[in-house]
Each structure stands twice: as C-alpha cells, then as structure tokens.
C-alpha cells in the first residue's frame, strides 16, 4: 500500500473547501478514514482510495477552484493497490477563532 501526502491553502470559506474534498474523495472511489479540525485554522483529514484514482482526486479538486500541492512523490498509478492519502487544509481568513464548549470529563 501506498502513501500520499496533498496540501490546499485557500481563502475559500472553510464548510464548502471540506465539501469539496469529500466529494473529490468520493468522485474518486475513495473513502475518509478519519478528520482532524482545528477550529477553524485547517483541518487534516486521512483517506484511502485506488492508486488509479489519484490524478482524478486532483482533477476533481481542481475543477472546484482549489490548488492542490502534492507533498513529495506519488504512489504508481498504474497499480490496483489502495494508496492511504491525508490532505491538510489550511484556511486563509480574518474570522475569530471557533469557541465550542468541551464538556467536563474525569
């Protein structure tokens, strides 16, 4: 199995780049695996999906206005073998920081 490393920094409002990445994902036969957010600075979220649906997952980010940068080299594409992928997004914005109430735990 294979790893891929992807980086998107946007202006886009935070709710709709996050739609735009799942669909990319699904688009891609792929499935999310885990998210991460950090309030609503970025977000990190892991995924599986063919190696041979690599180049469409960019197209897909791609045709929906976003820049994708690969972090380092990808898997084989001509492979059939599942790649695990994450892609960190960082969001470019003047908005305060998301305040949520975390329930008391012990």
Do not use: C
């Amino acid at each position: 199995m294979g790893f891929a490393r992807f980086s998107i920094f946007t202006s886009m409002e935070r709710n709709a780049a996050i739609i735009k990445v799942r669909d990319a994902i699904q688009d891609a036969n792929g499935w999310v695996v885990e998210q991460t957010f950090f309030s609503n600075i970025a977000s990190t979220i892991n995924f599986e999906l063919p190696a041979t649906s690599l180049n469409t997952f960019q197209d897909q980010l791609r045709a929906g206005g976003l820049t994708v940068y690969v972090d380092g080299d990808l898997p084989d594409t001509g492979t059939s073998k599942d790649v695990r992928a994450t892609i960190s997004l960082t969001f470019s914005h003047d908005e305060p920081d998301l305040k949520r109430q975390v329930p008391p735990f012990g």
